[in-house]
């Protein structure tokens, strides 16, 4: 199995992801002033996963506020900043609380480009840690990626190794219109890599190729990527190439590597823990099935989670409601032998 994630440079740290968001957003506000931080204790308790630890102490109040409890308030104020020429990175303590923001994310940040003709730019960053699997039930793991992947205007993206936080967190504060930066927060702890020290850039809207193969092409983004991979390890041993493909974007969605991927292998299974009716992988199958369904040799497989309005609190619940590495595997299995 080889991995194909960016090659790091020889001057590296390891870090987990939640490191690298901490240090990738001190590293920016000490290069620009006109970075700043804003959301629910993001400045005396330093955020409740500790991503913005210490910034308070060394950049003051002025350019990490502590707002009320109010998303619609956060994601207001972050545009009017965005308005007059600062680089606003809101943070949503937790994406299931980002909906009272809704309107003003998607009616007006999103859209104010267009509506002014290109005359005003939004470039707002808006973080917001997502996903199940640490037993937080119906407020504290949901998947919000669909909602907002619809709406033109607003990037939506989904970086799942500590390499790509820091490149992809650069180049989502530098871009000109408003994005959507999901962490999963199941991974924060769980997943390390190596950083490189000097500033670079992830582009965003470019999937990445994980491992190859040419038997079945999977596709994932977030913890569901990381599963996949770990599937995909086991059934090498057995002789059965797996290509996983990280998107890492949602939109812009990079379908150039998927097909290329599809057209080679023939086969195609897409993984998401969100619901599977009209969820992300409905939109890759449906392009998958009109650019290369003359190379497909079996059905496009979905493996995502289930039509139920939340992720059980109960673990052995909550388990079954994730796709797990077990699943896929067989999932794969099945499909490679199709």
Known sequence: MTTLAGAPSTDTTEMNI???VHDTLRDEMRRDDRVLVLGEDVGARGGVFRATHGFLDEFGSERVLDTPLDECLIAG???GLALDDMLPVAEMQFADFIFPAFNQIVSEAARIRYRSNGDFEVPMVIRAPWGGGVHGALYHSQSIEAFFAHVPGLKVVVPSTPYD????LIEAIEDRDPVLFLEHKKTYRLIKGEVPAERYTVPLGRAAVRTEGDDVTVVAYGLMHHFCVEAAGRLHGEGIGVEVIDLRSIYPLDMDTVLTSVRKTGKAMIVHEDT??????GEVAAQIAEEAFDDLDAPV???AGPHIPAMPFSPTLEHRYLPDVDRLEV?????AEY
């Open 18 to 20: 939640v490191q690298a």
């Open 276 to 281: 599977k009716f009209l969820g992300v992988g």
């Open 165 to 168: 936080i820091k490149g992809m």
């Open 301 to 303: 497989v979905r493996v």
């Open 77 to 79: 104020v972050a545009i």
């Open 331 to 335: 999932a794969l299995r099945k499909l």
